[in-house]
């Protein structure tokens, strides 16, 4: 009886022992970031953004953690939600991965979620065709923002002479330094 019982016993605690890893194991495509849920989605990253008690669910190419080295001005959150009116610009010979950037912004921004309802108007730097607006930093106005994203010698998220770079040093880069605007924007990261 005695020698049974302690059967049972070592059989239990190797039973708990092999499924202790998976208790404690981490979840490497889900965490909380600034009482954020991050969530891993086969297109990049989601998160959950609440307008009064209206959620909101976003999605983004990159998580908070892999963008926490990239800098940003800390009065770009205020200018943009300062004004009505948003141009987001970019030089028309970047391919399309740049514009996925300028896409993450728009959406969060404008008015199809209804998050922020800020207008937001795309163009490019210079010509590209009839139907598409040229415009550049020096349209900054009293009512309009302008954000230019383009490639350079960084990867941040900067203010100049009142217009709001989104710079990478690669394309790929742009859409890392879009999306840390946009979390910043969320107030996912600070």
Same mark, same amino acid.
């Given at each position: 009886?005695?020698e049974?019982?302690?059967l049972i016993?070592v ?9 202790s890893?998976?208790?404690?194991m981490k979840?490497?495509n889900e965490?909380?970031?600034?009482d954020f849920?991050?969530?891993?989605i086969p297109t990049g990253?989601a ?5 009064g008690?209206q ?5 983004l190419?990159?998580?908070p953690?892999?963008? /926490?080295?990239?800098?940003i &001005?800390s009065? *770009?959150?205020?200018?943009?939600l300062s004004?009505?009116?948003?141009g987001i610009?970019i @030089?028309?010979?970047?391919?399309s991965l740049?514009v ?15 998050l922020y ?5 795309g163009?490019?730097?210079e ?5 598409t607006q040229v415009?550049?930093c020096?349209?900054v106005?009293?009512d309009?923002n ?9 990867t /941040?998220?900067?203010?100049? &002479?009142?217009? *709001?770079?989104?710079?990478g ?5 742009i859409?890392?330094?879009a @999306?840390r ?9 600070k």
């Amino acid at each position: 009886m005695q020698e049974r019982t302690i059967l049972i016993i070592v059989g239990v605690v190797l039973v708990l022992a092999a499924f202790s890893p998976l208790i404690f194991m981490k979840n490497d495509n889900e965490y909380n970031y600034n009482d954020f849920k991050i969530q891993k989605i086969p297109t990049g990253w989601a998160t959950w953004a609440y307008k009064g008690s209206q959620p909101y669910y976003l999605q983004l190419r990159h998580d908070p953690k892999t963008l /926490e080295n990239i800098s940003i &001005d800390s009065d *770009i959150r205020s200018l943009i939600l300062s004004k009505n009116v948003l141009g987001i610009t970019i @030089d028309p010979n970047l391919t399309s991965l740049s514009v996925i950037g300028a896409i993450d912004i728009a959406n969060i921004l404008g008015r199809r979620l209804g998050l922020y309802n800020i207008q937001v108007i795309g163009g490019t730097t210079e010509f590209a065709n009839d139907a598409t607006q040229v415009f550049n930093c020096s349209d900054v106005a009293q009512d309009v923002n302008i954000i230019l994203l383009k490639l350079g010698g960084k990867t /941040e998220v900067y203010l100049e &002479d009142g217009c *709001i770079i989104v710079e990478g040093e690669t394309q790929e880069d742009i859409t890392r330094s879009a @999306d840390r605007l946009v979390y910043q924007i969320l107030d996912v990261m600070k």
